[in-house]
């Protein structure tokens, strides 16, 4: 028989991440030796699930960007501990259809009726399944366990004096809490989420002026926390930003004032405004939004298997004691795979496009790609030699042309550049129908695929900090994001709707932010654009009003909270640095931490024991934070990266109850 215990432990932050340990710590208590306890203080002015970003009264426009069967707070590892066993979103929405729970409101059960598994829930309704996880776990909690939910923030974390931890060789803090009064806990896990962040400079002087001068500026925010209502209709706002914090500005300024998109006698989305609409003038660095996701059965597509950037390839640096570089060591094998995934597409779907006999152009095109193949030439000349005889030259792959479909055009009109955006977009769409039977959309799936796999390799300092920065950070997640972390099919459609119905407009690529204090207005110019194109001139466009479509920036040493900064402060935990390739230390987007479990280093570089950090704030050890934990799917490839989240929260509940 064991020695009893017990345990009091803080949990900052009750999103996902908080719910995810909260179950964690419940499942391994079950094998506590009788007479122990544990109490766990849940702690965040949001309520426990949902926390912030899932709330479940906002509008039910915003939608997730993963589909029914992907998301889960619950672990499917079957080495684990697993009262909840199965629960993830798509089971329950299943359950939901078919028992319904009493407390459902008449839209969750809407929405549910014609929710299916291939489907894109609305935010709120996983932020419903999150609530409903927690309620479950409530009505199983093992012997000896209690839990306290505190509506509020915590303002500190600071060691605790020995006195009042009752025992001078035991670590405790004290959680300070906004609404008073302080928590004594033997250990606080810090799974915060995403909080506001401070304006950079360029942003604080647009804020500025538009005070000044009476405009009316959006700075970056979560949607859900915006009064969309202060945007004026039927005239012009500016909008920076064309990623998925885009669509969700379009949907409630469209939609959600009462739009409707139809379909079209010629087959394509039209647009039927309200009249309150804004005109939405919306620019970004390639002056297209994210491409669309394909219409896929499963969360990989089926038709794509990676060859060459695979986890058992990777692994092999680390084992022969090599620390790998990002452009050097991993990128040329899932270029190479990206190739693969386009040839191989278009020989079985496009036959014609290939100028010899299909088998053997793959046979040719994959000696070509084989890694070590080649001595002398790169490897990259060998493929174009290739490509030059049996591929027919408006169907060879410019891969990086894919995140910037206008790059090298110029327009002499606005109206020129706005059809072009058109085309674009309902190219794309095309495509994402077609699914795995487009050349396009399968080379985006091995890029889905290998950054999978990528994200278990990079993890920990898997590569070289100058790589981190440089290539991973500074180039491919931009290049991979902008591909493969797009919107739902049908928000390509309606954006092209809305552009063909005079809604929306475009600045075009490389636009440049301003105010004009002269005529009171926010501006904004594309160089490539209207009179004088290519040389700085453009077509100038002017708004009294300006939205920054934009998530605020995920980064500890601007992120506005009075629990880092004073964490930081005081020297508890510390941003990483990265060393850049001329040798010069830069800050990290995350904190600097140790595993396993992630416990974050002091100013003086030593582990503060007792203090765990989970999600978000780990950005600097590991690549795609922010997406939720992935459910284990019937078909496809199963990746370590899916459920890693819910293995380091696991790893965290272990080390704090001593199992």
């Not at 303002?155 to 004096?161: F, G, W, Y």
Request: aromatic content about 6%; charged content about 20%.
């Amino acid at each position: 028989m064991g020695i009893s215990q017990s345990i009091r432990t803080a949990v900052i932050g009750a999103g996902p991440r908080g719910t995810s340990v909260l179950e964690r710590l419940l499942a391994n208590w079950g094998a506590a030796a009788p007479g122990s306890t544990l109490h766990i203080d849940v702690i965040d002015p949001y309520p426990a699930g949902p926390g912030h970003v899932w709330q479940t009264g906002q509008s039910r426009l915003y939608l997730m960007n993963t589909q029914s069967f992907y998301p889960s707070v619950i672990p499917e590892d079957t080495d684990l501990a697993r009262p909840l066993a199965g629960h993830t979103f798509d089971r329950w929405r299943e359950l939901q259809r078919r028992q319904p729970h009493p407390d459902l409101t008449a839209e969750e059960r809407a929405e549910l009726s014609a929710l299916g598994p291939a489907d894109f829930p609305s935010r709120a309704l996983y932020g419903r399944y999150l609530r409903s996880t927690v309620q479950e776990l409530l009505t199983r909690l093992p012997s000896g366990a209690t839990v306290d939910f505190h509506r509020t923030r915590a303002t500190s974390v600071r060691h605790a004096a020995a006195s009042a931890a009752g025992d001078e060789n035991r670590v405790s803090f004290d959680v300070a809490l906004a609404s008073g009064g302080v928590l004594t806990v033997d250990s606080v896990v810090l799974a915060l989420g995403h909080l506001e962040s401070r304006l950079n400079p360029e942003q604080r002087e647009l804020q500025a002026a538009a005070a000044e001068l009476g405009l009316l500026y959006l700075p970056p925010a979560a949607p859900a926390d915006v009064d969309w209502s202060r945007v004026p209709a039927a005239k012009p706002v500016l909008v920076r930003g064309m990623g998925l914090n885009f669509f969700d500005v379009m949907g409630q300024l469209t939609e959600g004032r009462g739009g409707q998109f139809l379909p079209g006698g010629d087959g394509r989305m039209t647009y039927l405004p309200s009249g309150r609409e804004p005109l939405m003038i919306a620019g970004s660095r390639r002056g297209t939004p994210y491409r669309a996701k394909a219409t896929l059965a499963g969360y990989y597509p089926g038709a794509v298997t990676l060859r060459y950037c695979t986890e058992g390839a990777l692994a092999k640096f680390a084992a022969a004691g090599i620390r790998p570089a990002f452009d050097h060591d991993f990128w040329p094998l899932l270029h190479r795979d990206a190739l693969w995934a386009y040839y191989s597409t278009l020989a079985r779907s496009q036959p014609g496009a290939i100028l010899t006999d299909p088998d053997d152009f793959l046979a040719v095109l994959a000696e070509a790609l084989r890694p070590h193949a080649h001595s002398a030439a790169k490897w990259e000349d060998q493929v174009d030699s290739v490509l030059e005889v049996h591929v027919r030259p408006a169907h060879r792959l410019d891969l990086l042309g894919l995140a910037a479909p206008l790059a090298g055009r110029s327009f002499a009109a606005r109206a020129e550049l706005d059809n072009a955006v058109v085309d674009y977009l309902l190219d794309d769409a095309r495509r994402s129908a077609l699914a795995e039977d487009d050349p396009v959309k399968m080379t985006i799936g091995a890029l889905h695929h290998g950054r999978a796999v990528l994200k278990t390799a990079v993890a920990d300092g898997g590569i070289t900090d100058e790589s981190w920065v440089a290539g991973l950070r500074g180039w491919f997640e931009s290049f991979v994001e902008g591909l493969a972390s797009g919107p739902p099919a049908q928000r390509a459609e309606q954006l092209a709707a809305l552009a063909r119905a005079g809604v929306v407009r475009f600045v075009g690529p490389d636009p440049k932010f301003g105010v004009d204090r002269r005529a009171g207005s926010f501006t904004a110019v594309s160089p490539w654009v209207g009179p004088g194109t290519g040389d700085g001139g453009g077509d100038v466009v002017t708004a009294a009003a300006m939205i920054e479509a934009l998530a605020p920036a995920n980064k500890v040493a601007v992120n506005v909270s009075a629990l880092l900064e004073q964490l930081m402060a005081e020297g508890l935990v510390r941003p990483r640095l990265m060393m850049t390739v001329e040798g010069t230390p830069v800050p990290t987007s995350g904190l600097d931490v140790v595993p396993h479990p992630y416990r974050p280093l002091g100013a003086n570089g030593s582990v503060t024991d007792g203090l765990y950090v989970l999600g978000l704030q780990l950005s600097a050890v590991q690549w795609g934070t922010a997406i939720a934990a992935e459910a284990q799917q019937k078909t496809g490839p199963v990746y370590r990266s899916g459920q890693r989240t819910l293995r380091d929260a696991d790893e965290i509940a272990r080390a704090i109850l001593g199992s």
